[in-house]
T-cell receptor, first 114, second 110 residues
Framework: GAGVSQSPRYKVAKRGQDVALRCDPISGHVSLFWYQQALGQGPEFLTYFQNEAQLDKSGLPSDRFFAERPEGSVSTLKIQRTQQEDSAVYLC????????????FGSGTRLTVV | DAKTTQPPSMDCAEGRAANLPCNHSTISGNEYVYWYRQIHSQGPQYIIHGLKNNETNEMASLIITEDRKSSTLILPHATLRDTAVYYCIVSGGSQGNLIFGKGTKLSVKP
């Protein structure tokens, strides 16, 4: 497709449930980022991939958060044992080259933990 | 923490120029200034970026002061669809991570 695609668009999870959020970046884009955006706040960096390598995961808030990009294209962000504070919009972005800064963002997945 | 300071909100009349300021007094020599905007319920959208020269594209103009400690994003003829949160971001280096602050909520009014 022409843009970054994220699915599902909305997800409601019961507290303690595991969830998996998918990101389809623009074809050929090397860099892929995940961000978390709480209500009324700016997006906060979670993790960065260059192709299949996860080069920075310093923003992941706990070991319940795990991201992968096994073939260097599609990426999945997994949250285990979800908590209410995990409720947020999870945004994925991709760019053609590393460090270019001109990222294309998806529309995000809104996760609500009840 | 974000390296930029922006006013939390601004209003602009439809059809007039919107001038959004940003202070980035600690910017280093290899860091760029990026502007993104986020319309409600959408992901951030890239607008423009620059290093030290002024830049213009089909969306906006970016004016960077000579000392690079501040910049202004100019939307020359604001429309209602330009109502959004505008983020000014300083970024550089090998990782290229974008660190977002709270941005400026621009409201364009008829």
């Amino acid at each position: 497709g022409a843009g970054v695609s994220q699915s599902p668009r909305y997800k409601v999870a019961k507290r303690g449930q595991d969830v998996a959020l998918r990101c389809d970046p623009i074809s050929g884009h090397v860099s892929l980022f995940w961000y978390q955006q709480a209500l009324g706040q700016g997006p906060e960096f979670l993790t960065y991939f260059q192709n299949e390598a996860q080069l920075d995961k310093s923003g992941l808030p706990s070991d319940r958060f795990f991201a992968e990009r096994p073939e260097g294209s599609v990426s999945t962000l997994k949250i285990q044992r979800t908590q209410q504070e995990d409720s947020a919009v999870y945004l994925c972005a991709s760019s053609l080259v590393r460090g270019s800064g001109g990222y294309t963002f998806g529309s995000g997945t809104r996760l609500t933990v009840v | 923490d974000a390296k930029t300071t922006q006013p939390p909100s601004m209003d602009c009349a439809e059809g007039r120029a919107a001038n959004l300021p940003c202070n980035h007094s600690t910017i280093s020599g290899n860091e760029y200034v990026y502007w993104y905007r986020q319309i409600h319920s959408q992901g951030p959208q890239y607008i423009i970026h620059g290093l030290k020269n002024n830049e213009t594209n089909e969306m906006a103009s970016l004016i960077i002061t000579e000392d690079r400690k501040s910049s202004t994003l100019i939307l020359p003829h604001a429309t209602l669809r330009d109502t959004a949160v505008y983020y000014c971001i300083v970024s550089g280096g090998s990782q290229g991570n974008l660190i977002f602050g709270k941005g400026t909520k621009l409201s364009v009014k008829p």
